[in-house]
């Protein structure tokens, strides 16, 4: 059985009294508070206590540099007066008190709210400006979803990035509401002689993250369920895996360097590199996670099954997905003098280049959309043409003066749409392979 544990510490710099029952109830079940990180407490086991805490905050403390002579004849001062000094988190001092009717530790309303307003100011500040880039961040995801509609139904990136950069925004928005809420109202209570308990305001504030918890817990689901190559959901589990692992490094490196007594300025240094290294660390296993090479054996189509010849290709694929439908992309071409494609022999003839975008939908209502929308992406250079060569319901050939393109064609499957391009002139025998490889039947 462990004899320490933690505990998140989800409440708000001024919820003072709600940190203050959490210590109190663990006590009560047999933890005593014994050390704090940058969002966690650290309790350890003991014996179960009617222990009372306390918390103050001293304005010249840090969280960098070890505790100076202030700060320790403030700690002193509060013995005396029964407070025992158990742990600090940045400016906040924690004091426990044994006796059952303590004498408060706080006893100036206006010097409390003066300190407790800087440090709930500079969230506030934070949080404004998180505000204000969340807000660009939507404007921007928002004109990208609307310019790129087609992209925007076969990826989940772009469905989900506005709601979640939406639910930060509106996160950032609600804890400034909450600040001004409470700010008033201490300062007016603090005006009376009097110490304001924020309790309604803090758990309001505590809740405001919950709805973007579940959307992110339901953006996981979408990106491993419906997300294509999965390559999407690594990045994001990578991500949030990168932040937590870079901020809990950096606080017990610093934690470390404050009780060994280093000085402030080596322990910002050092905590930053920190911090740099673990996000570094954890990229690289991101990278070598995502990295693999393309594999061609799974592709319905081939330059191998359209000519034969088995040349040495480079193969770019790529596959993303959605609740409403599913893209494939796939290339194939030589590269000149490319790791992937060593120098061809004389007279070989390698230039044979094929690329081609399979949309499918998943739910009937998006196959109309990704029929509409690839044909917009190609209007004005698309003409109709014979689909029964191809085993297609509709079938359009994109002239050959459209710009990098030699000859395309855009081929309805009922339930998928192919844009399809091939530099080279189309047989019998090419448009069943085709027909064979995207569900048709050709003719």
């Not at 805490?53 to 320790?72: G, I, N, Q, T, V």
């Not at 100011?121 to 807000?135: D, E, G, K, Q």
């Not at 609740?323 to 230039?351: H, I, M, N, Q, T």
Request: proline content about 5%.
């Amino acid at each position: 059985m462990s004899r320490y544990k933690r505990v998140f510490d989800l409440l708000h710099v001024y919820d003072k009294q709600g940190r203050h029952e959490l210590f109190e109830r663990m006590a009560a079940r047999g933890w005593e508070l014994s050390g704090g990180g940058r969002f966690t407490w650290k309790f350890r086991r003991a014996e179960p206590s009617r222990a009372r805490y306390a918390s103050a905050y001293f304005k010249r403390a840090s969280e960098f540099a070890p505790p100076d002579s202030d700060e320790l004849a403030f700690r002193e001062l509060c013995e005396r007066t029964g407070w025992e000094f158990v742990c600090s988190r940045g400016q906040m001092q924690v004091f426990v008190n044994r006796e059952a009717e303590p004498l408060p530790l706080d006893t100036d309303p206006q010097l409390e709210f003066a300190l407790t307003d800087g440090l709930a100011r500079r969230n506030a500040i934070f949080s404004a400006v998180m505000l204000a880039v969340s807000l660009l961040l939507l404007w921007y995801t928002l004109g990208r979803a609307l310019d790129d509609r087609l992209g925007a139904l076969v990826s989940m990136d772009t469905l989900v990035l506005p709601l979640l950069v939406l639910g930060v925004a509106l996160c950032c928005l609600g804890d400034l509401i909450c600040w001004a809420l409470w700010r008033r109202r201490a300062r007016a209570a603090a005006e009376r002689g009097e110490f304001y308990a924020a309790r309604r305001i803090a758990r309001i504030n505590a809740a405001i993250p919950l709805p973007l918890t579940a959307l992110l817990a339901l953006s996981a689901l979408g990106w491993l369920l419906w997300g294509g190559s999965g390559t999407e959901s690594i990045r994001v589990v990578v991500s949030v895996i990168a932040v937590f692992a870079a901020g809990a490094a950096g606080t017990a490196v610093s934690s470390r360097l404050r009780a060994a007594e280093a000085s402030r300025g080596k322990n910002i240094a050092l905590s930053a590199i920190t911090v740099f290294a673990v996000c570094a660390a954890v990229s690289l296993i991101g990278v070598l996670l995502t990295w693999r090479e393309d594999d061609a054996s799974a592709a319905p189509l081939t330059i191998n099954s359209l000519t034969g010849d088995d040349y040495a290709y480079a193969v770019y694929i790529e596959s993303r997905g959605s609740p409403f439908a599913e893209l494939y992309s796939y290339e194939e071409r030589y590269v000149p003098f490319g790791d992937a494609c060593p120098e061809p022999a004389p007279g070989e003839d390698v230039s044979a280049r094929l690329r081609y975008s399979v949309y499918r939908a998943r739910i009937p209502s998006a196959y109309p959309k990704l029929r509409e929308g690839v044909l917009w992406e190609h209007q004005g250079h698309t003409e109709p043409c014979g689909a029964a060569p191809f085993g297609a319901e509709e079938a359009w050939y994109i002239e050959k003066s459209y710009p990098g393109v030699e000859q395309a064609w855009i081929l309805c499957y009922g339930g998928s749409v192919v844009y399809l391009e091939y530099n080279r002139a189309l047989t019998a025998e090419n448009c069943a392979a085709i027909a064979a490889a995207f569900g048709g039947e050709s003719v």
